[in-house]
Nanobody, 125 residues
Framework: VQLQASGGGLVQAGGSLRVSCAASGRTFSSYKMAWFRQPPGKEREFVAVISRYDSITKYAYSVKGRFTASRDNDKNTVYLQMNSLKPEDTAVYYC???????????????????WGQGTLVTVSS
């Protein structure tokens, strides 16, 4: 599967932004999809993951209640709606795909074989 992230940009603190990740191929619904981010000068970190068929979600504590992951299997697209953005949310956001079901290692980027190119989200204070 090939992934293409889009929708990043500059937003003020407290604002909202939605990033998208479009996938190629006809088996998109078979992939668990995740969002990771890499803040400037820091390591990549887990943000959210959404299950393959029933859209169950898990979130990092830092974004829980503010971010919502969703997917449209008909459009081969996964979304990350980000509300109440903070300057510390500034990062390059990546989508990733994995064929396996939910597991304890979903928070690790090592679990994902397929990655999008990233889209930059900048939150100004």
């Amino acid at each position: 599967v090939q992934l293409q992230a889009s929708g990043g940009g500059l937003v003020q603190a407290g604002g909202s932004l939605r990033v998208s990740c479009a996938a190629s191929g006809r088996t998109f619904s078979s992939y668990k999809m995740a969002w990771f981010r890499q803040p400037p000068g820091k390591e990549r970190e887990f943000v959210a993951v959404i299950s393959r068929y029933d859209s169950i979600t898990k979130y990092a504590y830092s974004v829980k209640g503010r971010f919502t992951a969703s997917r449209d299997n008909d459009k081969n697209t996964v979304y990350l709606q980000m509300n109440s953005l903070k300057p510390e949310d500034t990062a390059v956001y990546y989508c990733a795909a994995d064929l396996r079901a939910f597991g304890n290692s979903d928070y690790s980027d090592l679990r994902y074989a397929y990655w999008g190119q990233g889209t930059l989200v900048t939150v100004s204070s």
